[in-house]
Nanobody
Framework: QVQLMESGGGLVQPGGSLKLSCVATGITFTKYLMSWYRQAPGKERELVAEMNSDLDTSIYADSVKGRFTISRDNAKNTVDLQMNDLRLEDTAVYYC??????????????WGDGIAVTVSS
């Protein structure tokens, strides 16, 4: 059974930091692209950051560049999101996602249940 479990969310003041973690079980972790998405109230889910399995490519949403850092540990099946200088607009539910592309077939995707991050003074 595949499970992606997020942790580390909570309430933080503007300018503060949080670190989200996601541990994946039931998949061959190194075959998956790992991503963090977020969904703010009333908005669509958006990609925040992702990193490939070779640890050599990562991308970020423009809104978080320079503030958030994604990392993964293939030995521990974990992907983290270090969030610094948090802003009110970072308030959202954050989701961990695992994606495996397949030739001539739809990608395999798994999502975590999400964890809330609230930035408020």
């Amino acid at each position: 059974q595949v499970q992606l479990m997020e942790s580390g969310g909570g309430l933080v003041q503007p300018g503060g930091s949080l670190k989200l973690s996601c541990v994946a079980t039931g998949i061959t972790f190194t075959k998956y692209l790992m991503s963090w998405y977020r969904q703010a109230p009333g908005k669509e889910r958006e990609l925040v950051a992702e990193m490939n399995s070779d640890l050599d490519t990562s991308i970020y949403a423009d809104s978080v560049k320079g503030r958030f850092t994604i990392s993964r540990d293939n030995a521990k099946n974990t992907v983290d999101l270090q969030m610094n200088d948090l802003r009110l607009e970072d308030t959202a539910v954050y989701y961990c996602k695992a994606t495996r592309g397949r030739v001539f077939l739809p990608s395999i995707e798994y999502w975590g249940d999400g964890i809330a991050v609230t930035v408020s003074s």
